[in-house]
C-alpha cells in the first residue's frame, strides 16, 4: 500500500541544503496532513515534521516541511553528518482509511 | 517522560500466533489514540493498525485485515496487538506508537509522536 513516492536516495555536502520530495494524490497528500520522520541506523523513527510544516518541540528549524497539491517536501538545511538516515514521509489516506508511508529515502552527507 | 516498551515478540510458525504488547507511561494513556508500525529486515515502514484512546474505533492495513486485532486497556496503560495466521511476510520489527490522530469529515492528520524501540517478529517454519 506504498503509494507515497520518495526518491530512494539524496546526498549533499555538510553545510548545504537538501530536499526531500513525496509525491502522492488526492486522496492523501492532496487533501490530508502529511508528516516526516527521521530513523537514524539502528534506532527508531523520529517524528521532524508533522501537520505538512509544523516541527515538534526540540526539533531544529534546519528540518522544515512544505506542501503543494499532492507533494509535499521536506528541507533540511546546515547539512550534518549526523543527519545521515532513512527519511519517510506518511499521510492518511480517505479512500482507503489507512496511514501510508513512503518507500524512505536514505541521505548521505558527503 | 513518554515511554512505550514492547514486548512479545519470537519466532513462530506459519499459522501460528502471536500477542505482542507495548507498556507505557509519561502520558495520559486514554486521552491518546495508538498505532502499531512495523519494519520488514532491510525494509520501509508499513503502518498495521490504529487504535483509538476509548478503544471504540480501529483501523487495519489490508495486509493484516482479519488476522490481527489491536486493543488496549486503559487501566492498565497498555497496547496490544494480537497477530493470527502468521505468515513469513509478517517477518518484522513492530513498533508502537503513540498517534495524533483526527479523521472523517475534513482534513485529516495523523503523526507518531513517541516510538518505542520495537519488538521482533521471526514467521519461519
Known amino acids: 500500500q506504498s503509494v507515497l513516492t520518495q526518491p530512494p536516495s539524496v546526498s549533499a555536502a555538510p553545510g548545504q541544503k537538501v530536499t526531500i520530495s513525496c509525491s502522492g494524490s488526492s486522496s492523501n497528500i492532496g487533501n490530508n496532513y502529511v508528516s516526516w520522520y527521521q530513523q537514524l541506523p539502528g534506532t527508531a523513527p523520529k517524528l521532524l515534521i508533522f501537520d505538512n510544516n509544523k516541527r515538534p518541540s526540540g526539533i531544529p528549524d534546519r528540518f522544515s516541511g512544505s506542501k503543494s497539491g499532492t507533494s509535499a517536501t521536506l528541507g533540511i538545511t546546515g547539512l550534518q553528518t549526523g543527519d545521515e538516515a532513512d527519511y519517510y514521509c506518511?499521510?492518511?489516506?480517505?479512500?482507503?482509511?489507512?496511514?501510508?508511508f513512503g518507500g524512505g529515502t536514505k541521505l548521505t552527507v558527503l | 517522560e513518554v515511554q512505550l516498551l514492547e514486548s512479545g515478540g519470537g519466532l513462530e510458525q506459519p499459522g501460528g500466533s502471536l500477542r505482542l504488547s507495548c507498556a507505557t507511561s509519561?502520558?495520559?494513556?486514554?486521552?491518546?489514540?495508538m498505532s502499531w508500525v512495523r519494519q520488514a529486515p532491510g525494509k520501509g515502514l508499513e503502518w498495521v493498525s490504529i487504535i483509538s484512546g476509548s478503544g471504540g474505533r480501529t483501523y487495519y492495513a489490508d495486509s493484516v485485515k482479519g488476522r490481527f486485532t489491536i486493543s488496549r486497556d486503559n487501566s492498565k496503560n497498555t497496547l496490544y496487538l494480537q497477530m493470527n495466521s502468521l505468515r513469513a511476510e509478517d517477518t518484522a520489527l513492530y513498533h508502537c506508537a503513540k498517534t495524533g490522530v483526527v479523521v472523517g469529515a475534513g482534513t485529516a492528520r495523523v503523526y507518531f509522536d513517541y516510538w518505542g524501540q520495537g519488538t521482533l517478529v521471526t514467521v519461519s517454519s
Open positions: 509519561g502520558f495520559t494513556f486514554s486521552n491518546y489514540a
Open positions: 506518511g499521510a492518511w489516506d480517505s479512500s482507503l482509511s489507512v496511514v501510508l
